[in-house]
């Protein structure tokens, strides 16, 4: 027996079978040797030992694999740059490059103290790439009606037109604008609604961002501050960036600067910050200085308009201009619009009629026959006209506004009370005959600017009529002396008086003080064209014979007096030629004048169009207009009294 510890439990053994000798296990024993061991017997519980194979097969497996994945990536090289290369380039459209303008500022237009009349604000054009709303982008049939659903109501447009600007005939079409110049508060609007769907389809599996392929354009939007005040001078632009009439039109180079470009690489429609992008920058638009008072545009402006609206007329029309520049502080219409809003706005009242309007002027165009007659030496203010109540001229029968008896008048009396026959009368002796009465009354005509533009260059303006001498019928050769069968717009009427009261000289009408670069250097504006129409000392006589239109009592412009001031002025009721018909109906009432008379800083031109309701002589509704305007003006540009003492020509004689 085998002797144990008594600290382990002794083994039991349990025997197996013997292992079979080896044949050389036997050796032959000799001096020294080992003994022989005896066999062995096996173990149960023993462990066996794990012999490590050949580590070479392993390797030539690996290698097979890695040599698979090579060809795999081979082959697949091979069909994306070679066989479906044209498939793979089509996709790369998602990811390419793209280019976009951008909009230059437009530049302002003030009045002459630099307050904004026309200015732009921030604003987005609202853009969409209709290739992300195709189904196999947007995996959904419908997005274009479900995005269109969303915006209509936002954007305010017809759902059915943004469905067809989001599904294009043209399948390839990567932008398409929905909107132009929506305020920042749209577009915030459209962008939280975007993030909203963006994370809602993160999270639903169901829910698509239908908006992803929505975008917006940084632009600006013209706003008028001032809303309807000047809209006549301004004109107006559009939603798509054009300019539809007046300065904007006019100055639209100038204003609208040059527009840059921008080239960047997107996918999806999202800039790729890593691949770099190049820019052209904008140049903004430069700013447009005018000649205009604020101020007095917004007292003419309200002065014409209670007229045209009390006389329940079609429109009416003052202007206002420096008589020793040709600035204009002021052209204001009635009924006019706000360039904010066209939605409202009668299609009539757009444009600017004082110098769109042509209309026979009436009796104030009297002062230019009286200028012919002065300058001519023809006759003095003091000259005698014995005015019959009718003149029988040509094949026509003429009188004067009212009947009375037989009038003795000065030359200055004619003016005064506004003679037809007394004009006739005087006029008739600038030649040896009528027709030759008739060219030099044409020549002078012409040089205080009928029948020629004004020199605003401004859109739509009318040069009006003014016929060849030769070409003036029987009744012309009469009617033209005193202001009918001759057309001129209201900055023409303006224009002769404004001639008169700088000595003579006629100076070309100005509405652009200067421009202002983004630079920020001013440009004034090119001096106007002068050139002398009467002598001044045949200007400084129409002054003081004007001042008896309205300072004597027989004049017929009393209602424009001012206390305080000497006021030059003529009244004008014209038979009206219909727009519509081509006949006449209805009257042209207006006032011209000047003030200080002696020392002239002001003129002032009101016209009114068919007046209905009280009152259609020109000195009985225009003259009140003439006055308030007038009064404003010179207190505003701080023109003192002059304080001397009117000429006070005689009207009349004794027979």
């Not at 069909?79 to 390419?96: C, I, L, P």
Request: hydrophobic share 35%.
């Amino acid at each position: 027996m085998t002797e144990v510890s008594d600290r382990e439990p002794p083994r039991r053994r349990v025997p197996g079978p013997a292992r079979p000798a080896r044949p050389d296990a036997r050796r032959r024993p000799g001096p020294g040797a080992r003994p022989a061991r005896r066999p062995s017997q096996a173990r149960p519980g023993a462990p066996r030992h794990l012999r490590l194979g050949s580590p070479r097969p392993r390797l030539r497996l690996v290698g097979l694999a890695l040599t698979l994945v090579m060809i795999a990536f081979v082959v697949r090289l091979f069909q994306v740059q070679a066989v479906d290369a044209s498939t793979y380039a089509a996709k790369a459209e998602q990811n390419r490059y793209v280019g976009q303008v951008l909009a230059a500022d437009r530049g302002e237009i003030t009045d002459r103290s630099g307050v904004a009349l026309a200015t732009s604000e921030d604003a987005y054009d609202i853009t969409a790439d209709p290739t992300m709303f195709a189904p196999d982008h947007l995996k959904i049939g419908d997005g274009p009606e479900q995005a269109a659903a969303l915006l209509a109501p936002i954007l305010g447009q017809d759902q059915e037109a943004l469905v067809k600007k989001l599904r294009p005939k043209n399948k390839s079409l990567r932008y398409t604008k929905l909107a132009s110049r929506q305020t920042p508060q749209v577009w915030k609007q459209i962008k939280d609604l975007k993030s909203a769907l963006a994370k809602k389809s993160e999270t639903e599996k169901n829910t698509h961002n239908v908006l992803a392929g929505v975008f917006s354009v940084g632009t600006s939007k013209r706003v008028y501050p001032n809303g309807d005040l000047a809209a006549g001078i301004l004109g107006w632009v559009n939603g798509e960036g054009k300019p539809g009439g007046g300065i904007e039109l006019q100055l639209d180079k100038q204003l609208a600067g040059k527009d840059g470009k921008i080239r960047y690489a997107q996918s999806g429609g999202r800039l790729v910050p890593t691949v770099g992008s190049t820019e052209t920058p904008a140049v903004p638009g430069s700013d447009v200085e005018l000649t205009i008072d604020r101020d007095i545009q917004w007292a003419a402006q309200k002065a014409i308009t209670d007229q045209v609206k009390e006389s329940a007329a079609d429109r009416g029309y003052v202007i206002v201009q420096d008589t020793r520049t040709g600035q204009i502080l002021a052209m204001a219409n009635s009924p006019g619009f706000d360039p904010n809003d066209l939605s409202d706005a009668d299609s009539a009242a757009l444009g600017n009629a004082a110098v769109q309007d042509a209309f026979e002027p009436g009796s104030t165009a009297k002062v230019m026959s009286m200028a012919a007659v002065l300058q001519e030496n023809t006759a003095t203010p003091m000259t005698h006209v014995v005015v019959p109540n009718r003149l029988h001229r040509g094949d026509r029968l003429f009188k004067d506004d009212i009947d009375h008896p037989t009038w003795y008048l000065t030359l200055n009396g004619v003016l005064a009370k506004s003679s037809n026959i007394g004009t006739i009368l005087a006029t008739g002796q600038l030649g040896k005959t009528q027709a030759q009465s008739n060219k030099v009354l044409y020549d002078y005509l012409r040089k205080f600017g009928l029948g020629s533009y004004t020199g605003l260059g401004f859109p739509g303006e009318t040069k009006g009529i003014l016929a060849p001498p030769d070409k003036w019928s029987t009744s012309q050769q009469y009617t033209i002396p005193f202001g009918q069968g001759v057309s001129i717009n209201a900055m023409q009427a303006a224009s002769v008086y404004s001639t008169i009261a700088n000595g003579g000289v006629r100076v070309e009408p100005t509405l652009v003080r200067g421009t202002k670069g983004p630079e920020g250097r001013f440009t004034p504006a090119p001096e106007p064209k002068k050139n002398r129409v009467v002598s001044a000392k045949t200007a400084k006589t129409l002054a003081q014979m004007l001042e008896s239109v309205v300072d004597d009592e027989e004049g017929t412009g009393t209602k424009a007096r001012i206390p305080g001031y000497r006021v030059a002025g003529k009244t004008g009721t014209a038979n009206r030629v219909d727009p519509a018909t081509g006949k006449y109906q209805g009257y042209t009432s207006s006032f011209a004048g000047f003030a200080p008379a002696d020392k002239p800083r002001v003129t002032v031109y009101c016209a009114i169009q068919n007046a209905t309701q009280g009152s259609y002589f020109g000195g009985q509704i225009c003259g009140p207009v003439y006055k308030q305007v007038m009064e404003f003006a010179l207190k505003s540009l701080q023109v003192p009294p002059t304080g001397a003492k009117a000429a006070r020509l005689p009207v009349s004689f004794q027979n």
